[in-house]
């Protein structure tokens, strides 16, 4: 399942940010799909996840409240609405798609897409 990320750019601390996850191919309404972010020099870190029908969510402590996943299995399309961000929010961002296991595990996913930068300046 190739995933395109997009969305990415610089936003003032407080700012909003919406990313766009495109999947081609006919099966991407069957896996869950996963946000995740990286800075340099550290782990690929858990951000969002929502279920292959989109009924379920879940998100990292540090974002719940601010950022909003969803999707349009119609569209083969996964978003991540990013409000009230902040400096450390900087990341390149990913998502991914995967089956099953531990949600915010990144070897659960077994699709990644190219990672889109998001840069919050103070």
């Known amino acids: 399942v190739p995933l395109q990320a997009s969305g990415g750019g610089l936003v003032q601390a407080g700012g909003s940010l919406t990313l766009s996850c495109a999947a081609s191919?006919?099966?991407?309404?069957?896996?869950?799909a996963g946000w995740f972010r990286q800075v340099p020099g550290k782990e690929r870190e858990f951000v969002a996840v929502?279920?292959?029908?989109?009924?379920?969510?879940d998100y990292a402590d540090s974002v719940k409240g601010r950022f909003t996943i969803s999707r349009v299995n119609a569209k083969n399309t996964v978003y991540l609405q990013m409000s009230s961000l902040q400096p450390e929010d900087t990341a390149v961002y990913y998502c991914?798609?995967?089956?099953?296991?531990?949600?915010?595990?990144?070897?659960?996913?077994?699709?990644w897409g190219r990672g889109t930068l998001v840069t919050v300046s103070s």
């Open positions: 191919g006919p099966t991407f309404n069957r896996y869950r």
């Open positions: 991914a798609a995967g089956g099953g296991g531990a949600f915010s595990l990144s070897n659960t996913y077994g699709y």
């Open positions: 929502i279920s292959w029908s989109g009924g379920l969510t």
